[in-house]
């Protein structure tokens, strides 16, 4: 049973910098997808970015050029480096994972809050 394991969350003035990290514990199959999605208060959660192995990378329109996702695949783990934060930044961060074999099987991260405010 694969376990996601977050951290780097926190309080950040506008203009800042942060860093997510999400390690998958209980071994990973090796296709997968493994990225970040957010829930702000009052609002749906959605797509921030994601990798999948052998592939390239997907963003967010209202992150790109700020965000970017990278992983270790030697360690299972995937981060968020979070650039020029903004305001409308403020959510609870999930790290996500999804491994492509039959039947695919998805996890969630208990999540970790960004709040970006001066």
């Known amino acids: 049973q694969v376990q996601l394991v977050e951290s780097g969350g926190g309080l950040v003035q506008p203009g800042g910098s942060l860093r997510l990290s999400c390690a998958a514990s209980g071994g990973i199959f090796p296709k997968n997808r493994m990225g970040w999605y957010r829930q702000a208060p009052g609002k749906q959660r959605e797509l921030v970015a994601t990798?999948?192995?052998?592939?390239?990378?997907n963003y967010a329109d209202s992150v790109k050029g700020r965000f970017t996702i990278s992983r270790d695949n030697d360690k299972n783990t995937v981060y968020l480096q979070m650039n020029s934060l903004k305001p409308e930044d403020t959510a609870v961060y999930y790290c996500?994972?999804?491994?492509?074999?039959?039947?695919?099987?998805?996890?969630w991260g208990q999540g970790t809050q960004v709040t970006v405010s001066s």
């Open positions: 990798s999948t192995t052998g592939t390239t990378t």
């Open positions: 996500y994972a999804a491994e492509f074999k039959l039947p695919m099987v998805e996890y």
